[in-house]
């Protein structure tokens, strides 16, 4: 059963144009996560916020920018894409703690051209 | 710093086989350890998770792990595989303290039929 939607499910455009993917949650969790999944699967965290607060800035491009309205939506936006960001961007939320579990949305392809 | 491997990126079984999928993790302090499945072009589902206790942990669809201090491993095994459980499994290790998950570079299961 999904509860964690992600818009769009893809999205194709070209070096230096801006994106915005959504995600929204609804089960009621508090901290909510960015992750990118390269073409190898491979899973890097991007941020985190928790009651709508940044507690997780790994290192990346400044171009990339994460939004949060309120503890059930966590946007991220990427200021002039370069082709390295084609790649899937998962969201994911839990409750508070080291020991809650991951729920992860669908996912949004991103493919630059 | 919390670091986890899986040394096998493809695992390939018949159908009915058993199945041990291996992970090892470094971290110096108290840590959650998780395994979570990703089927082609979805986003990730949690099988199951360690954090104190009872060493074998049971998860969903006949999964299980062992949890080895010693080792520092935490296995994911399955008695009789089915094509189904074909997708990419990924181990987690978080420190007992912190908000960050840490993935393994993943392990693409195939079952034949």
């Known amino acids: 059963e999904t509860a964690v939607f992600q818009t769009p499910n893809y999205h194709v455009t070209q070096v230096g144009n801006e994106v915005s993917f959504n995600c929204k949650q609804t089960?009621?969790?508090?901290?909510m996560y960015w992750y990118k999944q390269d073409s190898k699967k491979l899973l890097k965290i991007m941020f985190s916020?928790?009651?709508?607060?940044?507690?997780v800035n790994e290192t990346v491009p400044r171009r990339f920018s994460p939004q949060s309205s309120d503890k059930a939506h966590l946007n991220l936006r990427i200021k002039s894409v370069e082709p390295e960001d084609s790649a899937v961007y998962l969201c994911?939320?839990?409750?508070?703690?080291?020991?809650?579990?991951?729920?992860f949305g669908a996912g949004t392809r991103l493919s630059v051209l | 710093t919390q670091t986890v491997s899986q040394s096998d990126a493809h695992v390939t079984v018949f159908e009915g086989d058993s199945v041990e999928l291996r992970c090892n993790y470094s971290y110096g302090g108290s840590i959650y350890l998780s395994w979570y499945i990703q089927h082609h072009g979805r986003g990730l589902q949690f099988l199951l998770k360690?954090?104190?206790?009872?060493?074998v942990v049971q998860g969903v669809n006949g999964f299980k792990a062992e949890f080895s201090k010693s080792d520092s491993s935490f296995h994911l095994r399955k008695a009789s595989v089915h094509w189904s459980d074909s997708a990419v499994y990924f181990c987690a290790v978080r420190g007992s303290m912190g908000y960050k998950l840490t993935f393994g570079t993943g392990t693409s299961l195939l079952v034949d039929p």
């Open positions: 916020y928790n009651n709508k607060q940044l507690i």
């Open positions: 994911a939320s839990s409750l508070t703690g080291g020991e809650n579990t991951l729920y």
């Open positions: 360690y954090y104190s206790g009872n060493p």
């Open positions: 089960l009621g969790h508090d901290t």
